[in-house]
T-cell receptor
């Protein structure tokens, strides 16, 4: 089955700097890769996702890149703000209708 | 907007009790999931269901069962609660062609 590894487990950055979180997956059949943000005491919420037919997707300060050959994908947050502080989870699955397999999460702290 | 409602935000039970966690969605979605979230371990899939009366084991089904008698409701059952089942439990639904949506979670403590 699929296995998703996520690094780092914790990340601290100064406000205004960039943050990068990396994930690798094992199943070459996986073709859907979402990223979730979970603020303290709240539900995980989708912030961006990418399908395997594209290599990069951007939404304002957030971007995701996918390298299918190497089986890894990354989340990039630019110009970080204190409200970006949260736990971020990557995930992978086949077709988007099968269960997601999640990474173990990255706790991002943005220091003002 | 997709709404996934979990019946309790916080729940305290005793070891050996039978515990029911309820999840209801209002969008007629077929796919529903139960995850468990623990610090440092991320979200782990317990059970999922693709349709009424259908269920599939996830990665950590031991000690749990599920029930899906109606499309909108997916229940997670702890047959005999143990302290190692103290955790945050998250229900999710998966609309066709859309991302997975989560409920607010139930923080369960087993004493």
């Amino acid at each position: 089955g699929e296995n998703v590894e996520q690094h780092p487990s914790t990340l601290s950055v100064q406000e205004g700097d960039s943050a990068v979180i990396k994930c690798t997956y094992s199943d070459s059949a996986s073709n859907y890769f979402p990223w979730y943000k979970q603020e303290l005491g709240k539900r995980p919420q989708l912030i961006i996702d990418i399908r395997s037919n594209v290599g990069e997707k951007k939404d304002q300060r957030i971007a995701v890149t996918l390298n299918k050959t190497a089986k890894h994908f990354s989340l990039h947050i630019t110009e970080t703000q204190p409200e970006d502080s949260a736990v971020y989870f990557c995930a992978a699955c086949y077709s988007g209708n099968t269960p997601l397999v999640f990474g173990k999460g990255t706790r991002l702290s943005v220091i003002a | 907007d997709v709404k996934v409602t979990q019946s309790s935000r916080y729940l305290v039970k005793r070891t050996g009790e039978k515990v029911f966690l309820e999840c209801v969605q209002d969008m007629d979605h077929e796919n529903m999931f139960w995850y468990r979230q623990d610090p440092g371990l991320g979200l782990r899939l317990i059970y999922f269901s693709y349709d009424v009366k259908m269920k599939e084991k996830g990665d950590i089904p031991e000690g749990y069962s599920v029930s899906r008698e109606k499309k909108e409701r997916f229940s997670l059952i702890l047959e005999s609660a143990s302290t190692n089942q103290t955790s945050m439990y998250l229900c999710a639904t998966l609309p066709v062609g859309q991302p997975q949506h989560f409920g607010d979670g139930t923080r369960l403590s087993i004493l």
